[in-house]
């Protein structure tokens, strides 16, 4: 078995190989859209003589951070490798490889199909998706809540425009947000039957700082509303966007993925008709530059620390004085005394706030001797804008 990078002869095997491991087959001009986006020279391929055993891509994306900053990330993909050929180290294979094709980029995300699998190659869980589900019936919001009202039935290719421009807007003030290509609208707006998992074609609420993609599930009397997107800039379009969606007097429900901080609780009467019906990750993220990626974002206290990254896989990380002052960071490698030992994957889950180093000292994956910084560490790394995957690859 060789792992190398993928030619121009390779893409059937793989696509073949990627249907089969995840049960699903994407339509071919689907495929080549993906396809697209990979970024030059990072797509590998491992082979057993002339079948294509396993794959793993990286698209060129660009991530928000903390404060508003964008960075090339490098989106790994298509990870996939054939059950003839598992639990052998060809995804440990293909990822030494992929990743040392991927050393431009500062940063790396994925989305994991398991929750098991990226860890020890220092990814670590960066957003926290709920699916909340509201029985919309007997929902009537609090009387201190606005009716700014704003919001058009619409029919979503013919505003791709405004669609565009408002996901833009929102995706540059949310850590997670990411930029999204021409190409996937296109492939969004051309709502192909075989994507809407046995629900309608998409229905859009627009309004001028926000909008609603979703589809009606379930049979006559017993529907359901998935939401597909919910994007709101300001909280007049998130408010409005609600009452448009809780005022479908013949749905049952409507659900959405959303960030744990969502408001919707709180513009209600009766909170707990918001049902919390999953909870997922969305985003892992892995520093591949590390003082890069920690100079970029900022932060909301202040701190100075020490800190020891091992990467016993891949073999990043390594020792940086951290220093931040008013928000801003400096980062550089040094000898000095270490405060905090720890792994990259959990520094992946501290970047974008979502999750706190004391959860992880409690959990004993975060080693320091001072509790004082380690909840200093919590303060600075805390982001007041929750943050939310773009969208899904
Ligand atoms: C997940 C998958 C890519 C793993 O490939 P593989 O070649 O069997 O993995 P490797 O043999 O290189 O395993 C590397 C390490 O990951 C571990 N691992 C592999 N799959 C795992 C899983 N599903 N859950 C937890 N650990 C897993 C292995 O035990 C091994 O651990 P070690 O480093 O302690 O020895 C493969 O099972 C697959 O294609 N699954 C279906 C598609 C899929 O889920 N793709 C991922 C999309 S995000």
New binding site residues.
């Given amino acids: 078995m060789i792992v190398r990078g993928v030619e121009g002869g390779d893409w059937p095997g793989m696509a073949l190989l990627a249907a089969t491991?995840?049960g699903l087959w994407h339509p071919p001009d689907a495929r080549q859209m993906w396809q697209s986006l990979v970024a030059p020279g990072c797509a590998v391929v491992a082979c057993d003589g002339s079948d294509v055993v396993?794959t793993a891509v990286a698209l060129d994306l660009e991530v928000t951070v903390p404060g508003g900053a964008v960075l090339p990330m490098a989106g790994v993909s298509w990870?996939?490798?054939s059950p003839t050929?598992?639990?052998?180290?060809?995804?440990?294979?293909m990822f030494a490889e992929l990743h040392t094709r991927m050393g431009r980029f500062p940063i790396a995300g994925?989305?994991?199909?398991?929750a098991?699998?990226y860890g020890?190659f220092g990814y670590g869980r960066a957003t926290e998706a709920h699916r909340l589900t509201v029985e919309r019936g007997s929902a009537r919001f609090h009387e201190s809540v606005a009716d700014p009202g704003g919001v058009r039935l619409a029919h979503a290719a013919e505003h791709r425009e405004q669609l565009e421009e408002i996901f833009e807007r929102w995706r540059r003030q949310t850590p997670g947000g990411l930029h999204s290509p021409r190409q996937l609208w296109d492939e969004v707006l051309t709502d192909r039957p075989e994507a809407r998992d046995g629900g309608s074609a998409l229905f859009c609420l627009l309004h001028p700082d926000g909008f609603a993609l979703y589809r009606v599930h379930g049979g006559e009397r017993k529907d359901r509303i998935e939401i597909t997107k919910f994007t709101a800039v300001t909280a007049d379009a998130h408010v409005a966007l609600w009452r448009t969606l809780l005022g479908m007097d013949l749905m049952d429900s409507v659900s959405v993925h959303t960030h744990p901080g969502e408001a919707l609780p709180y513009l209600l009467t009766d909170p707990r008709l918001v049902r919390t019906t999953g909870v997922d990750d969305g985003l892992w993220l892995r520093l591949i530059d590390v003082p890069a990626a920690l100079r970029a974002r900022t932060y909301a206290a202040d701190v100075s620390v020490v800190l020891d990254i091992s990467d016993a896989?891949l073999g990043g990380g390594g020792r940086f004085a951290l220093e931040v002052r008013d928000g801003r960071a400096r980062c550089v490698p040094t000898t000095a005394d270490v405060d905090v030992h720890t792994d990259l994957s959990v520094l992946g889950s501290l970047y974008f706030g979502a999750h706190r180093a004391s959860a992880f000292a409690t959990a004993g994956r975060l080693r320091c001797a001072n509790p004082r910084l380690v909840a200093a560490l919590d303060a600075a790394f805390a982001s007041d804008v929750p943050a939310q995957l773009g969208f899904g690859f």
């Fill in positions: 491991c995840f396993g990870v996939a490798v050929h598992r639990r052998r180290g060809v995804l440990r294979a994925l989305e994991a199909s398991e098991g699998i020890r896989v």
